[in-house]
């Protein structure tokens, strides 16, 4: 069976698939094509997707009809066709929980950082502007108490609670499709509505799985209903936030400040007026980025196509109805 993997992987994923016996097939150069891509595809079984800069759709499925399974290397999926992909009998395996604290320390830092201003001072002290002391001049505020609103209280939402609740004694408020009745034990999280999570929230931290529905959900009439102190974070997908009106409710201190791991598009353009701003900060989608969460990540990767290899379930399968369905 081969397998083509469109970027390096740590080893330890390589080599679970070669001592499983597949054909590994990389391409030959980096940052290749949407069309050398494709002819690639065509040419293995299976695939081991890392990035989200392809799509699977009805036209990839068509074009790559060889294609009999797609392990991602990574938890989201929203770049996949899965009603097309379970149409065609084609599992999809991701990899959920390993990198769960990673990503929640990125949403943590972010918090930190935009409530201290962290990289607007940073710069300063760059560009050798270490002014003399002002009392008043780029004040951050402090977390300790206030309350943390989650939209999307899953894996990660319940790290970012769970640091956040420790080492702030911040409130927790969340809405989600269903109740976390584990969060609202062990953290005292509180269910409410969209509407009520974003007139309460001190910082609002995003974790949802996004769907096109949800698109710019974040926007001017979300931004206007949220407190003036509040702070948005977002390590989910860039997606959900409408970046113009995101900027001009910051400028216009309609909210505090605001930290994105996750922009809307990626890679964020250097000249976009959002990194100007003091009560900024953006990362480059970093938030799987350690040797323990990309390790593990490629660990489950390669045991989803092992299992399919054996004609056996994906045991990370981000749409179990193609086994229900032919059970």
């Keep these: ?80 066709d899965i009603k097309e992909a379970v149409q065609r009998n084609i599992p999809i395996g991701n990899t959920p929980d390993v990198l769960s604290k990673a990503t929640s320390d990125v949403a943590f830092l972010l918090m930190q950082s935009v409530a201290r201003r962290a990289s607007y001072n940073f710069q300063k002290v760059k560009d050798g502007h270490w002014d003399v002391f002002d009392p008043l001049h780029a004040l951050g505020q402090e977390l300790y108490g206030k309350t943390l609103g989650i939209l999307g209280l899953g894996r990660i939402g319940f790290e970012m609670a769970k640091k956040s609740r420790k080492a702030f004694d911040m409130n927790i408020l969340y809405h989600n499709r269903h109740r976390n009745e584990e969060a609202e034990k062990e953290l005292g999280a509180t269910y409410v509505s969209f509407e009520e999570l974003i007139a309460n929230s001190d910082v609002l931290s995003v974790h949802a799985n996004y769907t096109p529905e949800q698109k710019d959900l974040f926007n001017r009439s979300v931004f206007e209903k949220m407190k003036s102190n509040a702070i948005f974070i977002n390590t989910a997908r860039g997606g959900f936030q409408h970046e113009k009106d995101l900027h001009e409710a910051l400028v216009s201190k309609q909210i505090w400040g605001a930290g994105l791991d996750v922009t809307n598009p990626e890679p964020m353009s250097p000249d976009n007026p959002l990194l100007e701003l003091s009560n ?48």
């Design 1 to 80: 069976m081969k397998v083509f993997i469109n970027k390096r992987i740590p080893e330890i994923g390589i080599d679970m698939l070669k001592q499983a016996g597949l054909q590994i097939i990389f391409p030959d150069h980096e940052n290749i094509t949407n069309e050398e891509w494709l002819e690639y595809c065509k040419t293995a079984d299976v695939l081991l997707s890392i990035g989200g800069d392809f799509r699977y759709d009805k036209t990839f499925f068509e074009t790559c009809s060889n294609i009999k399974a797609i392990a991602l290397y990574s938890v989201g999926f929203d770049h996949v």
């Design 280 to 327: 900024v900060c953006v990362l480059p989608h970093i938030g799987s980025a350690t040797i323990e969460a990309r390790n593990g990540m490629a660990k489950l990767a390669a045991e989803n196509i092992i299992a399919f290899s054996k004609g056996e379930e994906m045991p990370y399968c981000a749409n179990p109805e193609v086994y229900i369905q032919h059970s």
